[in-house]
């Protein structure tokens, strides 16, 4: 399964020349991220902190393909290409007019508090099996 959004290319993501600044693709990155949490997984980035948990990057690597510019408007799609024990390992896509723009591989961590210290835990089953449902047929 993927989840879709839509993201519109505002004057604030630009550079001089009128295209998308490549550093806005990874502020892109992380809101698409942080609202399939919300959406998606149920959990949002406010709850996790409360919680003392939360899903840092621990790796990043990106394919800039074509140019976006003011006024584009992205379809962005995120689907799970690896769940482990304690990390899950994202594509997002970012595409207009059938275009892919930019393909982004992204791992994150589950991090919870344990004995005073935030560090890797295993997925929550309710998170982890959220997180199943999006994971990339084989």
Known sequence: MLYRRLYPIEFNHCDPAGIVFYPRY?????????????????????????QQ?????????TDFRAPSRLG????????????????VTFEIVGACGGQVRLVVTITLVWVAEADG??????????????????LRAA
């Open 26 to 50: 990874f502020e892109m990155t992380n809101h698409v991220c942080e609202n399939f949490f919300r959406e998606a997984v149920g959990v949002s980035y406010g709850e996790m902190m409360r």
């Open 53 to 61: 948990s939360g899903v840092p990057t621990v790796r990043l690597e």
């Open 72 to 87: 584009d408007v992205l379809e962005v799609t995120l689907e799970v290409l690896r769940l482990g024990a304690t990390s």
């Open 117 to 134: 210290a935030i560090a890797p835990q295993p997925w929550p089953e309710a998170i982890k099996a959220k997180l199943h449902s999006y």
